[in-house]
């Protein structure tokens, strides 16, 4: 059977953590190992996870993709989830993703996308239409896959291992989704599936400041990687390299 870690990142997230965690305790298939990476807290995170029997792994530098790398340098499964403190999975998350792995040899990453919950309709809206939808539609092209949503995403083991190296673990003020996308190698297939949804806070987008902020991250995380150009020609030099070899006529 496939084995399967989740990966949740947290810092002072105890009381939505205990919810998250409380959701993965529900599955109808329950995660083989849930890694808890405890990035710096002063609040009941560390304690929070244990309770819930989660295995806690420390990260002292502050930022996300710090906190991200370790725990997936951490995870022992052939798969490894990542969600959110704030992410609220449904019954059937793990064994969705599990199904479609066992199903897909060829699949690397699944990712899929977020309903918010707290705050109120319009945020909703803003963070689901203009956040979210707005990602997926601008960046499919630009990257020639759609992008890892970092709420609610799994990937194989070989990719990260592929790819530990490579991402920028040790930048603050980034997408650590984006940049993982933006390592994406040809020969990775990344699907982005509507049906997998987590309930995902709205607190980043429930002030101008925190939208902006979000919004702002983009572009340092765009730089210093391939062009759209550059990376379409890889995309093209690697599926040219996978065709057999025209069959040379005689007579």
């Not at 890694?35 to 420390?58: H, I, K, P, Q």
């Not at 980043?204 to 400041?209: G, K, S």
């Not at 765009?222 to 040219?240: F, G, I, K, V, Y």
Request: hydrophobic share 45%; charged share 25%.
């Amino acid at each position: 059977m496939t084995t399967i870690s989740v990966v949740i990142p947290a810092r002072n997230d105890a009381e939505m953590l205990a919810a998250c965690l409380e959701a993965l305790a529900a599955q109808t298939r329950p995660a083989d190992e849930v890694v808890v990476v405890d990035n710096g807290s002063w609040d009941t995170t560390a304690l929070v996870a244990r309770a819930a029997g989660a295995r806690v792994v420390f990260e002292a530098e502050p930022g996300i993709p710090q906190a991200a790398s370790a725990g997936y340098d951490a995870a022992v499964g052939e798969l490894i989830a990542r969600l959110d403190a704030d992410s609220v999975p449904p019954a059937d998350w793990i064994q969705h993703a599990v199904e479609r792995f066992e199903r897909e040899a060829e699949l690397g990453v699944l990712t899929g996308i977020g309903d918010f919950y707290g705050a109120t309709p319009l945020v909703h809206t803003l963070g689901r239409v203009i956040y979210l939808g707005g990602m997926l539609v601008a960046l499919t092209p630009y990257l020639g896959h759609p992008p890892i949503f970092g709420s609610n995403f799994v990937m194989r083991r070989e990719v990260w291992e592929e790819l530990a190296t490579e991402v920028h673990r040790n930048t603050r003020e980034i997408h650590d989704d984006l940049d993982l996308s933006l390592h994406i190698k040809p020969w990775m297939r990344v699907v982005y599936d509507a049906q997998f949804r987590v309930q995902v806070s709205a607190r980043p987008f429930a002030t101008f400041a925190g939208l902006k902020r979000r919004v702002s991250w983009v572009v340092p995380t765009l730089r210093d990687h391939e062009t759209p150009w550059a990376r379409r020609r890889s995309r093209r030099r690697w599926n040219a390299s996978q065709r057999p070899p025209a069959r040379i006529r005689r007579g």
